[in-house]
């Protein structure tokens, strides 16, 4: 292919170099957990390769050594290739390939450039092809951002509701149905809802990560295994187990491995599960809060900065928008992923690259934008004690409680002449009839309406 000029500080070579020249496509390069992984990979394929004879082990101490100074992250700024690539990712895994060679021929006392002791695709790459070893670190990738940013900051939001549920758990309200008054319910009740929604994602997000744990190391270029010794897959798989303390395994077919990532995709369905039950929840939430004079106004929100140009001492609910923004991006995501997982051609998936770009980019959302909400809304959100009562008060569909006694009919004429003529129920019940001030005011009281 002719030769090629490689910047002479640069670590990666000339593969790398003509990819940097062929895809100088967009501004978004490859994520680095991607890269992380595939050099994680690269160390645990060495020492099984070491173990096994395949490799010595001074070239193995090498490459080992060198993949742990590049996991420090110094050397991150030499992964440098776009998302927008080959669909197999094979720019990448050269990429991480002559990186970790010219670092351990460096190491050896040679220089950058040389392919001895350490030759990038014989000895870093051995026993792999970047469509085995690229599937593998889309699914460490994503399994590292799922419990290092997403898990925590779900269980920091969960811990947070819980304790406003129990602040509020007696705090009598007026329910909501079709954006109409519904039967009353406690606040801490319509937060167990939030509560509930949020810890059976995280359930949702762990059952469907499961499959993330199958790998698809050893299957090499079409999943038959071709240049790889018998055992490898599930000797990788172990040593990377060890390394990551993941459950991780040898994928039970190695063609549907390459070929396929439905693991991923269903994965990603339960971050637009989680998705859905944030845009709920931050909705609820803006609107609950809607005002502070002329809405709801029924949560009062942190004042954290001022939310409007030219209106002096407005305060909008930006923390909820933008975590809507993050749950429509994610829903988009989810469009892209379903699209790039139905492309698997005969024995390779080509859109490996866009697919671990959404998922990972919606794990980083979903995580920081829920921490962001809980440290500058939930953890300053507050109950207008006095709003509540007064929409309760005035409800009308509180004289669901009398249906019992009077039925249906005389019930809902009971509401409607209240509604028309701006009375209170007890002042509609008392003028049509239909009982006394006492007996009303036994049946009515809504602190008897929200169940047990």
Not at 33 to 51: D, F, G, Y
Not at 166 to 192: F, M, N, W
Not at 332 to 356: D, H, R, W, Y
Request: aromatic content about 4%; some cysteine.
């Amino acid at each position: 292919m002719g030769t090629v000029e490689v910047p002479v500080d640069a670590y990666w070579g000339a593969q790398t170099q003509r990819a940097v020249q062929h895809f100088a496509i967009g501004s978004e390069r490859m994520p680095i957990e991607v890269m992380h992984a595939l050099v994680l990979i690269k160390k645990s394929c060495a020492q099984v390769s070491s173990a096994g004879g395949q490799l010595s082990a001074e070239r193995a101490a090498l490459i080992v050594a060198a993949c742990d100074e590049i996991l420090g992250g110094s050397f991150d700024e030499h992964f440098v290739l776009p998302v927008w690539q080959s669909g197999s990712g094979t720019q990448s895994n050269m990429n991480v390939n002559e990186v970790i060679a010219n670092r351990a021929n460096e190491l050896a006392g040679g220089q950058r450039g040389d392919k001895v002791p350490i030759h990038p695709n014989d000895q870093v790459n051995l026993s792999q092809s970047t469509n085995d070893a690229f599937p593998t670190a889309m699914h460490l990738a994503t399994l590292t951002v799922l419990h290092q940013r997403l898990l925590p900051a779900l269980s920091e939001m969960i811990a947070l509701f819980q304790a406003k549920a129990q602040a509020y758990a007696d705090v009598v309200k007026i329910g909501r149905t079709h954006l109409q008054d519904a039967t009353p319910l406690t606040v801490g009740q319509e937060i167990s809802g939030w509560i509930s929604l949020l810890e059976r994602d995280v359930v949702r997000l762990h059952a469907a990560a499961d499959g993330l744990c199958d790998l698809a190391i050893g299957g090499t270029a079409v999943g038959t295994g071709l240049n790889a010794p018998p055992g490898f897959g599930p000797a990788v798989a172990a040593q990377l187990a060890i390394a990551t303390g993941l459950p991780l395994r040898s994928h039970p077919n190695k063609f549907a491995a390459l070929a396929s990532h439905d693991e991923l995709l269903f994965f990603h369905a339960a971050l637009a599960t989680l998705a859905a039950s944030l845009t709920k929840i931050a909705n609820d939430i803006r609107w609950l809060a809607s005002g502070p004079r002329c809405g709801l106004g029924e949560l009062l929100l942190p004042e954290n900065e001022p939310g409007s140009s030219i209106m002096p001492g407005k305060v909008n609910p930006s923390q909820c928008e933008a975590l809507l923004m993050i749950c429509m991006q994610v829903q988009g995501n989810q469009v892209a992923m379903t699209l790039g997982g139905s492309n698997g051609n005969f024995e390779l998936n080509v859109c490996k690259p866009v697919l671990i770009r959404n998922a990972l980019e919606s794990l980083r959302l979903l995580g920081d934008g829920c921490r962001s909400f809980t440290t500058h809304l939930l953890s300053g959100l507050e109950i207008d004690r006095e709003r509540i009562a007064a929409h309760l008060a005035n409800s009308l569909m509180l004289v669901t409680a009398l249906s019992p006694r009077l039925g249906y009919d005389k019930a809902a004429e009971i509401a409607h002449l209240a509604l028309h003529q701006r009375l209170t129920l007890r002042q509609a019940c008392l003028q049509l009839g239909y009982l006394d001030g006492e007996s009303f005011d036994a049946l009515l009281r809504p602190e008897m309406m929200i169940g047990g």
